[in-house]
């Protein structure tokens, strides 16, 4: 589990500076150059042309440093996401597979819960760490300690429970980049609306140029913000129901394959 911890660390950190990387190389080879293209060529035309309405370009859109900063921080949100995401589809593979190898109309009686964990206990050691064998095999190892089937229930709930809260706190760097993006947004607007304040004398005298351009950093900066966050938060609910639905569907599998087998011997019973 450590070890896990360890390398989802790594891979986020190298995902950020992949992220920083290819989006700043795509600004300076592609966006700031065809901006600073349109924007000069809208500033002729409006000059030769005092009724010429500039079309939008999704170029001068993107163009500023903070929407640039969004977008960085969005591709990130979705590498965690999209790693995140294949873990839960690698565990949902198990739900798939008969661990216990159980035939129909057998018992489990608990001499034979160390027996029946062996085939989970000698899964590879990454599927070992997923919830579905963990579940198994503390409800096996509890059924053969204490004899109780209501005991084995109770620790299989108990480690669904467990690790739905471990993946809904290891979501927070996720919801804290959701957040972030729309708060950049804001301080883009900020930022385009001071702008725009400190060059109103030049708008007094007939050049709007200025102020214009200004203003579009405001309102297109909230915008990009705006539309990523979007994005991610429809991402990261989805991604939250992959997971829930593995932990319910791994404590349907343990009822359907493990529970409704287990049977306790009428002595132990009276005892």
């Known amino acids: ?3 896990n ?5 790594i891979y986020q950190v190298f995902a950020l500076i992949i992220c920083v990387i290819v989006v700043h190389t795509v600004y300076v080879a592609m966006i700031l150059p065809n901006a600073a293209f349109i924007l000069e060529q809208q500033a002729v035309m409006q000059a030769a042309d005092s009724t010429y309405v500039a079309e939008r370009s999704m170029y001068v859109i993107l163009k500023d440093m903070e ?4 977008i960085i921080l969005m591709f990130w949100a979705l590498a965690i996401i999209g790693m995140k995401t294949r873990r839960v589809l690698q565990e949902r593979a198990l739900l798939d597979r008969e661990l216990l190898q159980v035939s129909e109309g057998t018992s489990i009686l608990p ?5 029946y964990a062996r085939p989970v206990q000698a899964l590879p050691d990454e599927e070992r760490g997923f919830l579905l064998p963990r579940a198994v095999l503390a409800g096996l190892h509890r059924f053969g300690s204490t004899r109780s089937i209501q005991d084995v229930s109770t620790t299989v709930k108990d480690i669904c429970t467990g690790e739905s809260d471990r993946m809904e706190s290891e979501l927070s760097i996720i919801r804290y980049i959701a957040w972030a993006i729309p708060s950049i ?3 883009g607007t900020v930022r385009g609306i001071g702008a725009a304040l400190s060059q109103a004398h030049q708008a007094v005298t007939g050049d ?3 102020v214009t351009i ?3 950093v405001a309102f297109n900066s909230t915008f990009v913000a705006l539309v990523t966050s979007m994005l991610l938060m429809f991402l990261l609910h989805q991604l939250l129901l992959l997971q ?7 404590q349907t599998y343990c009822d359907d394959h493990m529970l409704r087998y287990l049977q306790v011997p009428d002595k132990d019973t009276l005892a």
């Open 1 to 3: 589990m450590k070890q």
């Open 185 to 187: 947004g804001f301080i």
């Open 111 to 115: 001499e034979d819960a160390r027996q």
């Open 67 to 70: 929407q640039e900063t969004c």
């Open 208 to 210: 709007i140029m200025g």
């Open 244 to 250: 829930d639905r593995l932990v319910l569907d791994t």
């Open 214 to 216: 200004s203003l579009g």
């Open 5 to 9: 911890y360890l390398s989802e660390v």
